[in-house]
């Protein structure tokens, strides 16, 4: 069973601090996909990173996938109310059909 | 406004009950997927079909029954389903089924088993 462990299950924070979350797992992904969901709705892409070491960044987003393509984290500057929801990392191959999600990372961005 | 859409957004159901959850998607895209969302479990896949063809079942109960009549037209159709069952469905859909594209989720099926 292919696992992606996403660290911290719940955050909260107040409005312009930094954060950074992170998505860990034993296997090799060919890319990793990180999306938000917000409360009622269904889960947005943000990103997809293909390249081991690839860095990308979202405005105020910045993501990295980790040199051996098995882990990835994104950090948030300044964060803003309109960041709450629910982060999902999502990864594909590592030996499973279709994508692989974590549980997420609950954040609240409090005002 | 993701292009994905799912009706109804709230159902509650009893046991013995039979409805069936809608997904519709205007976006040409070829794949189309029916995930479970519950609280403290990862997204799991239920169902994924290709141009029609059902090319995944990922040993989901047969109380769950999907139906693709066309590329862009999703049903789960549902009968004496379990409180356990008690989820957020949630249909998505791609352009080609390949595993490293972008899913287009729809806001998803809140249903309650009672």
């Known amino acids: 069973t292919q696992l992606l462990e996403q660290s911290p299950q719940f955050l909260s924070i107040q409005e312009g601090e930094n954060l950074t979350v992170y998505c860990n797992s034993s296997s090799v992904f060919s890319s990793l996909q990180w999306y938000r969901q917000e409360p009622g709705e269904g889960p947005v892409l943000l990103v997809t990173v293909v390249t081991g070491g690839e860095v990308k960044k979202l405005k105020r987003l910045t993501f990295q996938f980790g040199d051996a393509r098995k882990d990835s984290s994104l950090h948030i500057t300044a964060a803003q109310p309109g960041d709450t929801g629910l982060y999902l990392c999502?990864?594909?191959?590592?030996?499973?059909?279709?994508?692989?999600f974590g549980k997420g990372t609950h954040l609240i961005i409090q005002p | 406004e993701t292009g994905v859409t799912q009706t109804p957004r709230h159902l509650v159901m009893g046991m013995t009950n039979k409805k069936s959850l809608k997904c519709e998607q205007h976006l040409g895209h070829n794949a189309m997927y029916w995930y479970k969302q519950s609280a403290k479990k990862p997204l799991e896949l239920m169902f994924v079909y290709n141009f029609k063809e059902q090319t995944e079942n990922n040993s989901v109960p047969s109380r769950f029954s999907p139906e693709c009549p066309n590329s862009s037209h999703l049903f789960l159709h549902l009968h004496t389903l379990q409180p356990e069952d008690s989820a957020l469905y949630l249909c998505a859909s791609s352009l080609t089924g390949s595993t490293n594209e972008k899913l287009f989720f729809g806001s998803g099926t809140q249903l309650s088993v009672l």
């Open positions: 999502a990864g594909a191959g590592g030996g499973a059909d279709g994508l692989t």
